[in-house]
């Protein structure tokens, strides 16, 4: 069965960028039946959406996070992948890739188990 | 942007419904989506389109949508039930339109 895992860096210094991937296994990532996406929750707190992107490339990224932020999908490795710029503390997060329907009031039906990222020097 | 609102936590003792609540405005002309979180763990989908059930999520678990509330309702209450929960709708007036309630601790006494 398809399954999600984020891979990257636990440590991002201030002012650097955030770079994480999100590998598919058990299923192919160009399955027009879903789009992809980066979710993230702070310490403590809840779950803010991040963006979305389709196996064609297509994105649609949170308008607090656009002007940082970078998703692009590798379809012949079968992962996807975000970068976030000019980090902060406020970027500290456990980060989630996960899949949704092609239908924009869909859920998102299945998640990675997460990876811990921490701003600071 | 469109907020959702849910009570911080809801007790409740095994064996008997725990109801939780998600409000927002006309939210019954939304989809609403529920999400179980339990502590270390990521989200897992436990209700979509407001009232139905993934496949291994207990009949336990049901959904509804009205006015401006929906609830996930959690009959039989089991201490394994004891997580977060999250609501999440998307919004086609909003630039932000994939929005999450603030969560709800369900304990269980």
């Known amino acids: 069965h398809l399954q999600l895992q984020e891979s990257g860096p636990g440590l991002v210094k201030p002012s650097e960028t955030l770079s994480l991937t999100c590998t598919v296994s058990?299923?192919?990532?160009?399955?027009?039946?879903?789009?992809w996406a980066w979710i993230r929750q702070p310490p403590g707190r809840g779950l803010e959406w991040i963006g979305n992107i389709y196996f064609s490339g297509t994105t649609y990224f949170s308008p607090s996070l656009k002007s940082r932020l970078a998703v692009s999908v590798d379809t012949s490795k079968n992962y996807f992948s975000l970068n976030l710029a000019s980090v902060t503390a406020a970027d500290t997060a456990m980060y989630y890739c996960a899949r949704r329907g092609v239908a924009t009031d869909s859920s998102f039906d299945l998640w990675g188990r997460g990876t811990l990222v921490t701003v600071s020097s | 942007s469109y907020v959702l609102t849910q009570p911080p936590s809801v007790s409740v003792a095994p064996g008997k419904t725990a109801r939780i609540t998600c409000g927002g405005n006309?939210?019954?002309?939304?989809?609403v989506h529920w999400y179980q979180q339990k502590p270390g763990q990521a989200p897992v989908l436990v209700i979509y389109?407001?009232?139905d059930r993934p496949s291994g999520i207990p009949e336990r678990f049901s959904g509804s949508n009205s006015g401006n509330t929906a609830t996930l309702t959690i009959s039989r209450v089991e201490a394994g039930d004891e997580a977060d929960y999250f609501c999440?709708?998307?919004?086609?007036?909003?630039?932000?339109?994939?929005?999450f309630g603030g969560g709800t601790k369900l304990t269980v006494l």
């Open positions: 999440q709708v998307w919004d086609n007036s909003s630039d932000h339109p994939w929005v």
């Open positions: 006309n939210i019954e002309s939304k989809s």
């Open positions: 058990g299923g192919s990532i160009r399955g027009p039946d879903y789009y």
């Open positions: 389109y407001d009232r």
